[in-house]
T-cell receptor, first 112, second 114 residues
C-alpha cells in the first residue's frame, strides 16, 4: 500500500538541543498534518501544510512541506521537557481520500 | 466548547464477548472517525462517519462496525472479541468531511480483552 515513512522512530535529546522528525512519501501528498501525543494522552492537532514548499512556525516549532510535496519535517529549536511526546504526521493522497492516515510517529524524550 | 468525549474510559472484556464504545463529538462537528492505537501498530484508521453515513473504512475485519446518529454522536461495536483487540480506541471529530479538516481527538477508551 501507499506508505509514509516517519523517521526517526525514537529520539533522545538533552534539554536545549534541537530535534527534527521527518515524514517521507514515495508519492505526492495532497496535504500533511502534524499531531502531538503526550505520554498517556491523545493526539492533538498542531498544524496543516497544503502548499508546495510551505513553511509554518509556532514558537520554537518549524514545519516544512517539501517542494515536491513528498516529504515534510518538524523541527523543534532548543527542546524543553514539555516537548516530550510522540509526534505524528498524517497524510492524504488525493482530495477524495477522506480522513488522513497516520505515520508511525517519532517519540521524543528530553533529558533535563 | 466542550471537547470530544468518549465513554467508557476503561473496559475489561472476555474473549468472545462484544463491546460498544461511544463518542460525542465537539458541538457542530459532523464528522467522526475512529482509530485503534496499539504499541506495535500505531494509529490505525477504522472508519469515518459523516451525516450518518460511513464515508471511509480502514482495513479491519467485519467484526468492527460503527454507526452515527442524527446528532453526530457515534458508536463503534466490536463483536466476538479477540485478545488482539486490546487497544486504545480513539474517536476524532472534524467540522466536515474531507482530508483538509483537522481532527480533534477524545481521551480514548482503553479496552482490555482477557
Amino acid at each position: 500500500g501507499q506508505q509514509v515513512m516517519q523517521i526517526p522512530q525514537y529520539q533522545h535529546v538533552q534539554e536545549g538541543e534541537d530535534f527534527t522528525t521527518y515524514c517521507n512519501s514515495s508519492t505526492t501528498l495532497s496535504n500533511i498534518q502534524w499531531y502531538k501525543q503526550r505520554p498517556g494522552g491523545h493526539p492533538v492537532f498542531l498544524i496543516q501544510l497544503v502548499k508546495s514548499g510551505e513553511v509554518k512556525k509556532q514558537k520554537r516549532l518549524t514545519f516544512q512541506f517539501g517542494e515536491a510535496k513528498k516529504n515534510s519535517s518538524l523541527h523543534i529549536t532548543a527542546t524543553q521537557t514539555t516537548d516530550v511526546g510522540t509526534y505524528f504526521c498524517a497524510r492524504s493522497y488525493n482530495t477524495n481520500a477522506g480522513k488522513s492516515t497516520f505515520g508511525d510517529g517519532t517519540t521524543l524524550t528530553v533529558k533535563p | 466548547k466542550a471537547g470530544v468525549t468518549q465513554t467508557p474510559r476503561y473496559l475489561i472484556k472476555t474473549r468472545g464477548q462484544q463491546v460498544t464504545l461511544s463518542c460525542s463529538p465537539i458541538s457542530g462537528h459532523r464528522s467522526v472517525s475512529w482509530y485503534q492505537q496499539t504499541p506495535g501498530q500505531g494509529l490505525q484508521f477504522l472508519f469515518e462517519y459523516f451525516s450518518e453515513t460511513q464515508r471511509n473504512k480502514g482495513n479491519f475485519p467485519g467484526r468492527f462496525s460503527g454507526r452515527q446518529f442524527s446528532n453526530s454522536r457515534s458508536e463503534m461495536n466490536v463483536s466476538t472479541l479477540e485478545l488482539g483487540d486490546s487497544a486504545l480506541y480513539l474517536c476524532a471529530s472534524s467540522l466536515g468531511f474531507g482530508h483538509l479538516n483537522e481532527q480533534y481527538f477524545g481521551p480514548g477508551t482503553r479496552l482490555t480483552v482477557t
